[in-house]
């Protein structure tokens, strides 16, 4: 029995539920893949530039995406003040809504069942996936703060208190706690 290769064919058969023909709910899978990301992604990847690297598209083909949430009312972009060619992408309160109806849920159910330790092997046997994939390709998978190389944390000890500061040293700004559990596409990981 080729465990790694039945492991790979059950894998392309979840992908399915995500990449699919025509519509579902009105959106087709790249729109739904857009808002999904939005939903997860930290402020520096909450751009049309990041986006299109997330989905592996162009950025014309990214931009009709996000014009089609926004016409939908699902997403949002604000203009920067310091930068006005500077883009920032948000989902808004109906979009949050419709995330409820994301095929996405229902494989999360299936996996919350699991025990902890089951749940933390299968993510982390994706990830070792990905991380050979990137090595092989020359490329970085998008993922979250905690694993980056760029993450730097600052501890500090008082009489009876101890605080961590993180900041990113890619962008040169602090992230805040919350923040290094989303989703960034400038995510590098140390190569072995
Ligand atoms: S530390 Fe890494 S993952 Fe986090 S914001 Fe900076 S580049 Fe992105």
Redesign the pocket.
């Given at each position: 029995m080729n465990l790694a290769r039945e492991a790979i064919e059950l894998l392309g058969q979840v992908a399915r539920i995500l990449w699919f023909e025509g519509t579902k709910h009105g959106m087709r899978d790249r729109e739904w893949m857009a808002l999904r990301f939005l939903s997860r992604a930290?402020r520096?990847s909450r751009t049309p530039s990041a986006l299109a690297s997330y989905i592996g598209t162009t950025r014309g083909t990214a931009s009709f995406i996000i014009g089609e949430l926004e016409r939908l009312g699902y997403v949002e972009r604000t203009r920067s003040s310091k930068d006005k060619r500077s883009v920032m992408l948000s989902v808004t309160q109906q979009g949050k809504k419709f995330l409820a109806r994301d095929a996405v849920n229902g494989l999360a159910d299936a996996f919350a069942v699991l025990d902890d330790d089951s749940k933390l092997r299968f993510r982390d046997t994706l990830r070792h996936v990905l991380d050979q994939a990137d090595a092989a390709e020359q490329r970085h998978h998008t993922d979250?703060?905690k694993r980056?190389i760029?993450?730097r944390e600052d501890r500090t000890a008082s009489e009876n208190k101890s605080t961590v500061e993180f900041t990113?040293r890619?962008?040169r700004a602090s992230?805040a706690e919350a923040e290094?559990e989303l989703l960034?596409t400038?995510?590098?990981h140390h190569r072995q």
């Amino acid at each position: 029995m080729n465990l790694a290769r039945e492991a790979i064919e059950l894998l392309g058969q979840v992908a399915r539920i995500l990449w699919f023909e025509g519509t579902k709910h009105g959106m087709r899978d790249r729109e739904w893949m857009a808002l999904r990301f939005l939903s997860r992604a930290n402020r520096f990847s909450r751009t049309p530039s990041a986006l299109a690297s997330y989905i592996g598209t162009t950025r014309g083909t990214a931009s009709f995406i996000i014009g089609e949430l926004e016409r939908l009312g699902y997403v949002e972009r604000t203009r920067s003040s310091k930068d006005k060619r500077s883009v920032m992408l948000s989902v808004t309160q109906q979009g949050k809504k419709f995330l409820a109806r994301d095929a996405v849920n229902g494989l999360a159910d299936a996996f919350a069942v699991l025990d902890d330790d089951s749940k933390l092997r299968f993510r982390d046997t994706l990830r070792h996936v990905l991380d050979q994939a990137d090595a092989a390709e020359q490329r970085h998978h998008t993922d979250v703060c905690k694993r980056c190389i760029f993450l730097r944390e600052d501890r500090t000890a008082s009489e009876n208190k101890s605080t961590v500061e993180f900041t990113c040293r890619l962008f040169r700004a602090s992230i805040a706690e919350a923040e290094i559990e989303l989703l960034c596409t400038s995510f590098e990981h140390h190569r072995q």
